[in-house]
C-alpha cells in the first residue's frame, strides 16, 4: 500500500512503482533500462545494444534488427523501493505495445535527443502522455553528442509539449564537451564518471552565473502555479529548498510542467539523478489507483500490460496490481468472462521469469497461464467483474501482408500460432479471405508485419512465405446481349437435355447481380429455374478477364427441354454455357476498387502528401486542419486499393514517421488501358 513518507523534499511516495520509458525511435530507451539495471544492482554489467547484451530486447527479432519491436519489463529495487520499467518500442509501428502499457504506470520518462527530425514524434508521444494525464519528465539523452546549448534544445522541443518543458539541470561544458552538470534544485554540481555515480564539485566563475540565471527560470515557471514562491522571486527572497522540492513533485504530478533531466545512457551519466527524481516526485500506486478510479478494498484490480508466449513457461500477462493482493491460485475475471486460475506469480526480467511469491497493491508482475486474458484487460477477482478500466484500442492497420505456412502439414499449427501472435500483439489483425483462399494480416508498417512473419516462424514454429495480398479486381460488361445455351448428350441409355436464352444486360456500379425468370408458357418448367440461376451465378465466378463478375442483370426469356433427358444438372450446364459464351461479346471490362483515404500530417508535409497522391492515381478531394491539432492537416482523397498497397511507407518517410491515414472502401470503378491489360495478364499467368 502506498504511504507517505517523508523524503528531503517533503511528502513522497513510496512503495513500488511501475515507470514507462518511451520516446522517439532510437533515443536510447533500451539502453537507459540496462544503465538503470546496472545502477540498481539487478544486473551485474551494463550491456550494449550493438552487442546485443542488453535485458530488454532480449527476443531474437529485436536482436537482429537492433531495436524494440515489443515492450521490455524488468523489475528492480532503488533505496528500497521496488521499481518496474516499461521499456517501450519508439518505433511509431510497434507504438501499441507503449499504449497499452501506458494507462498502468505511474509516470512515464520520455527518453528524447536533441534532433531536429526527431521532434513530431516527440510530439505524438506526449500527446498520448497528455491525453492519458500520465506525468511525465523528459530525459534529454545523449548529451555526449551535444552541439548545441541546452537552451537552445529546449526551444526546440518545446513545441512538441502542451506544458512548459522545466529545465532543472544545466550542462557544464568543457572544450565543448559536457563533462558534467549543475542540479538546479539542489544547486550541487556534478563531474560524469563512467559507469559510477558523478562526483560533486565546487562551482565558480561564469558556471556560478549560469546556473543563478537558469534556476531563477526553473523557478519563474514554477511560480506560475504557486503565488507564495511567485511572491518570493517578486521580493527577492530565497525560497526553501524542501519547498522547491514540493513544487517540483507537485507540478509533474499535477502535470502543470515537464521536468527535464540531462544523461547519457550508454555511460549510465544522469542515471542517478533520474531514479532519485522518480524516487521523490513520481506519483505511486494510491495516485495511479485513483487516475484509474480503482478504489482500494478486499478486491484485488489489475491491469494486463503485455502478453508474452514463453517456450517453456507458457502464456504470461503481465499485470500491475492496483488494488488487493494476487496469489498463485487467485482466480481472476475479465470483463468478458473468466480469465482462469493463477499458475504462478513471477517477477520479470526481460526474457526470464523468476517465480517469487503474492504481488500486492503497485506490483507489476507476470501472471501464469491465465488463458481468458490478454493485453488490456482488467482482472479482478470480485464477485462482479471490475468494468474495464482502459481499453486501448489499437491503431487501424495500414499495410497487409498475405501469408502462407511454408508446408502445408503446418496449416492447422498456423491457426494456433495466429491466436498467440494477435494475442501477444493486439495491433495485428488476421483475415481469412475467402474468395481467394488466402490469409492476410494487417499490421501497422513493413517492419511490424516483417516481425510479425519471423515470429511465426522463430517464436511459434510455423515458418511461413509473405506475398502481397491480392487486390479485389471484379469485372464487368457493357454491352447487352442475348445468348443461348445449350447442354445436350446422347451417349446411349439416359441423356442429357438443358436449353435456355439468357438476356443479359449491364447494370450501374454497385448493383451487384440479379436474375429474372421471362419464361411464359412453361418452354423452360418451373423446377428446372433455380438451377438455370445456379448455373449462372457459378459462371459469373470468373468471367472472361479472370474476375469475379459483378453489376449485370441476366433474364431468363426462352429454352425448350426434353421429358426424359432434361434435370437440374442440365439447366445448370445450360446456364453456365451461355454466360461463358454470352460475356466475351458483350465488352466485358476490369473494375477496380477506390477507397476514400484520410492522411494525416503536419502541416508543413501537406504538399508532399499532394504529390504522393498524384503519383499514386489519386484524386484529391481536398484537405483541412486536423481537428485538436494544431500544426496538422487531414488530406481527403480517393484512390485505387492497389495504390494503397505500400503507401504508408511513402507517408512516413515524408513525415519523420509521423504521418499515417486511415482507408476504407467507397466504390468500384473501370480501369482500362495497359495497366488493365496487365492486371489481366498477370492473373492468367497465375492460373
Ligand atoms: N552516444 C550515445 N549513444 C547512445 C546513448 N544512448 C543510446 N545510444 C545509442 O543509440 C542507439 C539506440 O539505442 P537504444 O537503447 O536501442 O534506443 P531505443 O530508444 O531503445 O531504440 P528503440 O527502442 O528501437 O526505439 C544505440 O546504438 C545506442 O548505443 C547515449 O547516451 N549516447
Ligand atoms: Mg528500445
Redo the contacts with the bound molecule.
Keep these: 500500500m502506498a504511504q507517505n513518507g517523508r523524503g528531503p523534499g517533503g511528502t513522497r511516495s513510496a512503495g513500488p512503482r511501475c515507470i514507462a520509458l518511451v ?10 533500462l ?1 544503465a538503470i539495471l546496472a545502477r540498481t544492482g539487478a544486473i551485474q554489467r551494463q550491456g ?3 552487442a546485443g547484451t ?1 535485458v ?2 532480449a527476443s531474437k527479432q529485436a536482436r537482429d534488427h ?3 519491436v515489443e515492450a521490455s519489463i524488468a523489475t528492480t529495487a532503488f533505496m528500497g523501493d521496488s521499481y518496474t520499467f516499461i ?5 511509431i509501428e510497434f507504438i501499441h505495445d507503449m499504449r497499452a502499457a501506458l494507462p498502468a504506470v505511474d509516470a512515464a520518462v520520455v ?1 528524447c535527443e536533441a534532433d531536429e527530425k526527431k521532434v513530431p514524434q516527440l510530439q505524438l508521444i506526449l500527446r498520448e502522455l497528455e491525453d492519458l494525464n500520465i506525468p511525465r519528465l523528459l530525459f534529454l ?5 551535444a552541439d548545441k546549448r541546452v537552451r537552445e534544445t529546449i526551444r526546440l522541443l518545446q513545441p512538441a509539449s502542451r506544458v512548459p518543458l522545466l529545465l532543472r539541470q544545466i550542462p557544464i561544458w568543457n572544450n565543448d564537451i559536457i563533462s558534467g552538470f549543475v542540479d538546479l534544485a539542489l544547486e550541487r554540481a556534478y563531474v560524469y564518471r563512467e559507469h559510477a555515480p558523478s562526483e560533486i564539485v565546487e562551482l565558480a566563475g561564469e558556471n556560478l552565473d549560469r546556473k543563478k540565471e537558469a534556476r531563477f527560470s526553473m523557478l519563474e515557471t514554477l511560480a506560475d502555479h504557486d503565488d507564495e514562491l511567485m511572491e518570493q522571486l517578486l521580493e527577492d527572497i530565497e525560497p526553501p529548498r524542501d519547498r522547491i522540492f514540493d513544487d517540483l513533485a507537485k507540478e509533474l504530478r499535477e502535470r502543470h510542467v515537464v521536468p527535464v533531466l540531462l ?5 549510465s ?1 544522469g542515471v542517478l539523478r533520474l531514479l532519485k527524481a522518480l524516487r521523490h516526485e513520481s506519483p505511486g500506486i494510491a495516485e495511479t489507483a485513483a487516475r484509474l478510479g480503482v478504489k482500494a478494498g478486499s478486491e484485488a484490480v489489475a491491469l494486463v500490460l503485455k502478453t508474452f508466449h514463453t517456450t517453456h513457461g507458457g502464456k504470461m500477462s503481465v499485470a500491475r496490481v492496483l488494488a488487493g493482493t494476487i496469489g498463485d491460485g487467485t482466480i481472476l475475471h475479465t470483463a468478458e468472462g473468466e480469465a482462469g486460475r493463477v499458475a504462478g506469480v513471477f517477477k520479470v526480467m526481460g526474457q526470464q521469469f523468476e517465480k517469487r511469491g503474492q504481488a500486492n497493491a503497485g506490483e507489476t508482475v507476470a501472471l501464469g497461464k491465465l488463458d481468458g486474458a490478454k493485453t488490456g484487460d482488467t482482472l479482478s477477482t470480485g464477485k462482479q467483474a471490475h468494468a474495464a478500466i482502459a481499453p486501448v484500442k489499437p491503431y487501424p492497420p495500414v499495410l497487409a501482408v498475405a501469408v502462407q505456412a511454408k508446408e502445408r502439414k503446418d496449416d492447422v499449427k498456423l491457426g494456433v500460432a495466429f491466436t498467440k501472435l494477435t494475442e501477444e500483439d493486439p495491433s495485428l489483425t488476421v483475415v481469412h479471405n475467402a474468395e481467394n483462399h488466402e490469409v492476410v494480416i494487417w499490421g501497422q508498417g513493413e517492419m511490424h508485419l516483417r516481425v510479425a512473419a519471423e515470429r511465426l516462424g522463430e517464436r511459434y514454429g510455423v515458418p511461413v512465405t509473405t506475398r502481397p495480398p491480392t487486390v479485389g479486381y471484379r469485372e464487368t460488361i457493357r454491352k447487352p446481349i442475348t445468348q443461348r445455351g445449350r447442354y445436350k448428350k446422347q451417349s446411349g441409355g439416359h441423356g442429357q437435355y438443358g436449353d435456355v436464352v439468357l438476356e443479359i444486360k449491364p447494370l450501374p456500379r454497385g448493383s451487384g447481380f440479379q436474375f429474372e425468370d421471362r419464361i411464359t408458357g412453361g418452354v423452360v418448367p418451373r423446377n428446372y429455374i433455380p438451377a438455370v440461376e445456379e448455373g449462372v451465378i457459378d459462371a459469373l465466378k470468373q468471367g472472361p478477364l479472370g474476375f469475379p463478375v459483378v453489376d449485370l442483370h441476366v433474364a431468363l426469356v426462352d429454352g425448350s427441354y426434353h421429358t426424359v433427358d432434361s434435370s437440374d444438372q442440365a439447366f445448370r450446364t445450360a446456364g453456365r454455357i451461355a454466360i461463358v459464351e454470352g460475356l466475351p461479346q458483350c465488352q466485358p471490362v476490369l473494375l477496380e476498387p477506390i477507397d476514400e483515404v484520410e492522411i494525416v500530417c503536419p502541416s508543413d508535409a501537406t504538399a508532399k502528401m499532394n504529390a504522393i497522391l498524384s503519383s499514386r492515381r489519386a484524386q484529391i478531394l481536398g484537405f483541412d486542419a486536423r481537428e485538436g491539432w494544431p500544426g496538422w492537416d487531414v488530406v481527403r482523397a480517393q484512390m485505387p486499393e492497389a495504390e494503397i498497397g505500400d503507401l504508408i511507407i511513402e507517408v512516413r518517410s515524408a513525415t519523420s514517421g509521423v504521418g499515417s491515414f486511415t482507408f476504407k472502401f467507397d466504390h468500384m470503378a473501370e480501369l482500362t488501358g495497359r495497366m488493365a491489360d496487365q492486371i489481366v495478364a498477370a492473373r492468367r499467368a497465375a492460373e
Design positions: 520516446g522517439p525511435f532510437q533515443s536510447g530507451k533500451t539502453t537507459l540496462e550494449t545494444v550493438e542488453t530488454g530486447d537492433r531495436m524494440s521499456d517501450c518500442p519508439g518505433s527518453v539523452n545523449k548529451i555526449d553528442k544523461g547519457v545512457a550508454t555511460r551519466n
